[in-house]
């Protein structure tokens, strides 16, 4: 598809962005945990894998939807939902710069995901 709506683009970067932080910040944990003195090793490698797997298939799922392939849409769109409610707890601990951060970011995701030119590029009848 090489006349994609910018809206696809944009969908696909934000969740793009998004994996690529996941991952990033999982094998940082993976590294602290071997290189640090965690208080629990096993929570730590089940932290560390869990942001690396959910990145890797955040990023699967920007693939999809930059190919504008159906199924990509769904986790695309609970993604943005459950970054929401983590960002505004963020926001409440007085973490206000990632909190707004991912706010922006979400519903950047959502706006884009949930746009009419993006229905209509993945909606191919």
Known sequence: MLNRPVTLVVAAVVLAVE???AVVLGAYAAVETVIGKPADVSSSI???AFGIVIGAALV???WGVLGAA???RAPGVVTQIFALPV???LVQSGQSVPGV???VVALAGL???LAPAT???MIKD
């Open 19 to 21: 994996g690529v932080t």
């Open 119 to 121: 229905t209509r590029a």
């Open 46 to 48: 089940a932290v560390s």
């Open 70 to 72: 159906r199924w990509s």
């Open 101 to 103: 951060l991912i706010i």
């Open 60 to 62: 699967w799922v920007a």
């Open 87 to 89: 960002a505004v707890s």
């Open 111 to 113: 706006v884009a995901l």
